[in-house]
């Protein structure tokens, strides 16, 4: 991916940046209530970036109440839709005009190749442009009554939202979640991950540049089981926003259950099937497309092509080109805009992903190619692309979330069985499928249990469709309209009219 600045141009940013590392509660960047701070480290070279303040349950309790206070206020959720719209679109310039910065913050904080970062930044801007400019298109109802009545469906923000996001698309997926909830009127509380607060912190500046009142929008920064945990619980939060692991998706639905049945939207793991038939066009560069779905982001991606189902007759010839492209796709630098792969987020990460290679080959596959860290950057983490061919859905890496550049390949030998092998599985995030015969794209596209399938792509779509998935991948749905149903509600009023 090519960027305009050079690799020292990059460097040279990084050096001269400055972070904010106080948690942004009641339009004031504070320290937690404790004094706490905790360490965020570039996982590329081992540098600690900053100390960040870290919230736990007495900053949720304030920020909760500023939120409350906001919603209860109405100079955003009572605001018209159009005055809410000019807000998000300051925000969204502001965004544009400090893009580099915001790209720079995510690369430095989860590894990510900075050329990779600005595309997040691309999109993270065109989302909360899209939602501010769909909300004052949004109408109500007037339902079918007769003379006597008036009934109104009106469409209300739902109160204080909690998002709670991961850290491998920090600030996209910020967007994804904060976007439609204040386009809708909601109170919205942020809590970026703990391996990833600089960008959200910086965005909570540019908030307050752009006029969003008092407690319309909060950052605290802090980890899952102490902040994440308390928002879960908080009796006044209304709805809490969640992309993250299928393990936390999980206690998180105990934990609203056990406090107040806040409404719960989760967009949780994959192990994502990438099916490809004899038929499909261009074989090369449908390998191609096969090893960037694994490899793109370091693997760290929920969507990730990590299960690529070949049909037996090109599998060979197949898996050749897709080791030459992975050969290409070496981990560098993150801030050399050549770099395809960058670091792995932290050393929990890059072991998790290093053990799963060891199972790999312990349960038998046959490892193709990489299988090892490298150190294009000295005391950083990284890791090799790596193939293993041979796959069965019964080792661990046939069916468990790697989130790490592995890819595990198996044959198949008719449509019926790459379906079914497909849909072996406890996820259902995305699906590919590579063929030119519309009548089979039709058939196993409608077959294949998953949020998403992309045909003859891998990861298209742009913000006018949804993104979600089925099964234990979670249930929300981001981006389109559709998303901002999620963060309202609908009111009925049915009035009697006299005769
Ligand atoms: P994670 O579940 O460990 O953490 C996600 C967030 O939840 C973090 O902010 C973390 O602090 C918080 N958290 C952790 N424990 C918590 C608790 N007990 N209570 C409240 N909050 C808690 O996930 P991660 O490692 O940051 O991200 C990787 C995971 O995210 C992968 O499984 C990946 O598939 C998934 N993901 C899904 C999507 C999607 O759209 N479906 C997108 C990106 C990532």
Known sequence: MSTQLSHADWQKLAGDLRY?????????????????????????????????????????ELAVRHARDAYNRGDWSRLAPGKRKQAMLRLAELMERHKNELALLDTLDMGKPVGSSLGDMSGAIGCI?????????????????????????????????????????????TAWKIGPALAAGNSVILKPSEKSPLSALR????????GLPD????????????????????MDVDCLSFT????????????????????????????????????????????ENAAAAIFHNQGEVCIAGSRLLVENPIREAFIERVLAHAENMQPGDPLDPASFMGAIVDEVQHKRILDYIRQGVEEGAHLRTGGAAVSPVEGGLFVAPTIFDGVTPQMAIGREEVFGPVLSVFGFDSEEEAVAMANDSEYGLAAGLWSQ???RIMRVSRRLHSGQVFVNNWAGGDMTVPFGGVKQSGNGRDKSHHSLEEYSELKTVWMSLAP
């Open 129 to 173: 442009r899209y939602n501010a400019e769909t909300i004052d298109k949004v109408y109500g109802e007037v339902a079918p009554t007769g003379e006597e009545s008036l009934g109104l469906v009106l469409r209300e923000p739902l109160g204080v939202v909690a998002s709670i996001v991961p850290w491998n698309f920090p600030l996209m997926m």
């Open 244 to 287: 993250g692991s299928t393990g936390v998706g999980k206690q998180l639905m105990q934990y609203a259950g056990q406090s107040n049945l806040k409404r719960i939207y989760l967009e949780c793991g994959g192990k994502s099937p990438n099916l490809v038939f004899a038929d499909c066009k261009d074989i090369d560069s449908v390998a």
């Open 215 to 234: 407690g319309v929008f909060q950052v605290l920064s802090g980890f899952g089981h102490t902040a994440g945990k308390a928002l879960a619980l908080s």
């Open 203 to 210: 965005l909570a500046q540019l908030a307050q540049e752009a």
């Open 20 to 60: 904010e590392t106080r948690a942004f509660i009641g339009n004031r960047f504070v320290d937690a209530a404790s004094g706490e701070r905790f360490a965020t480290i570039n996982p590329a070279t081992g540098e600690v970036l900053a100390e960040i303040a870290s919230c736990d349950a007495p900053d949720v």
């Open 437 to 439: 015969d519309i009548d």
